[in-house]
């Protein structure tokens, strides 16, 4: 029945895919031809101009290979739909290639309708047309995955399509376990019953669910009471006979998870498992912007840096001349601060206070006498921080990241607060999660903290476009900014 249902998965969202990916290279064609005349074609000429023959396999191959086709029911949606969009990129680069290699299509030449557009990849049709599918590609195929994983979570709600699970495990973990998969109903898995992870089990039931025995009946239990998966909560102190278990449950044709009894609250990311000459290795905490990632968000410091020092050139020289006359000393305040790894760098701003008196290292107060007339407009307007774009475009800074704190602060705070280091695995930003979300100024520690882990865990290129724009919706005014 399980593999049935398997098959009954990979059915559904190979056909979904393959109708998505026609109609993307249907519309790229149409696109095209709307553009540049020439609807009248043949069948023939039709299928060798939309690329479908060539796309739909492709396609499937790559979803195929990324694991677009596993049946994972509590694979997150935003997860699943950048899995999507990489899919669909390597698939129409493939097809790039294989065009290439084989010559290219001859197409039938069009009569150009309309004004001419200047550049090239407008003025060639083919080009054009790829242009629109690599647009149209992802983009239906994630729209399509979103709305039949909304679908199949509607219907899972209502205690259809569901599988059944046993966890090992009676404890802390065991309980957070069956907690948390009753709280994400849409996934459709429903907890059966509960087998303690001693021996013999002294309790009937936990938490609402019945407990049929210990791991000495593991076998009878399943035998008698059927389930499509179990997982294994077991408590550190009983981690020794997780080897034993999963020999014994070789016998059954069933899904085996294991969940690691490690705390998720101050990890950077999800964990992740990886497998050298057959031996798993859990990455508990890893750099999350190693690798393709980093290399993104390196690109967009980049480009966003010089685009902001261009808009904001103006309003800078303005700034500086406003500073030279209303009060004694530099336009320019430096300060050390850490940053990726611990590593200190001089973070740069508009001066904001009489001269010398920024050396303090005393907290700014409201209403801080040391803070000049101009300086208190600047730093409510978060106009004295346009300068850091230089420590971005250096390398020193990013962004987006938490806000960067200076050393001796981070001597002070390492050891009373939990997970503070974590902050050091990415880059420090000029806005953040905790800062678009009102934590700024004399604001709780611990909420910043917490928000700038959520932010490591979570982190995405897209989530950094997000703080982005919500860092321009927001305004650059703030309350707590002083």
Known sequence: MLKQRHQLFVTLFACTDAVSAVGACAGAWAIRHARYGGFDQTIRVYLQESLTVLVVPVLAFTMYAIGL????????????????????????VIAIALIWVIGGLQTPKVQTVGPVVPTEIFTVPFRFQILMLTILLPTVLSLQRVMVRLGLRAIRRRGRNTRHVAILGVGRLGQIAAQTLERNDWTGIRVAYFISHHEQSNR???????????????????????VDAI?????????????????????FAIDVRLIPDVRLKYLPQSMAVSELE??????????????VGGMLKRLVDIVGSLVGLVLFAPIMIVIALIILCTSKGGVIFRQKRVSLGGDIFWIYKFRTMDANAE??????????????????????????????????LIGEMSLVGPRPERPELIDRFRDDWRGYMIRQHVKAGMTGWAQVNGLRGNTSLRKRLQYDLFYIRHWSIWFDFRILLMTIMRGFVHRNAY
């Not at 699943?80 to 669909?88: D, G, H, L, Q």
């Open 359 to 392: 050396c303090d290292s005393k907290w700014t107060q409201v209403d801080d006498p040391r803070v000049t007339r101009v300086g208190s407009w600047l730093r409510k307007t978060s106009l004295d921080e346009i300068p850091q774009l230089f420590n971005v």
């Open 231 to 251: 997982y294994l909560a077991m408590p550190n102190a009983k981690a020794a006979k997780v080897p034993h278990l999963l020999q014994r449950l070789e016998r």
């Open 69 to 92: 086709y596993r049946p994972r029911r509590d694979r997150a949606l935003w997860g699943e739909v950048t899995k999507v969009f990489r899919a669909s990129i390597v698939a129409m």
């Open 278 to 291: 057959g031996m798993p290795i859990l990455s508990y905490r890893e750099n999350p912007l190693s690798g």
């Open 204 to 226: 009937d039931e936990c938490i609402g669910k019945p407990v049929f025995g210990g791991t000495k009946q593991l076998a009878t239990i399943l035998e008698q009471h059927p």
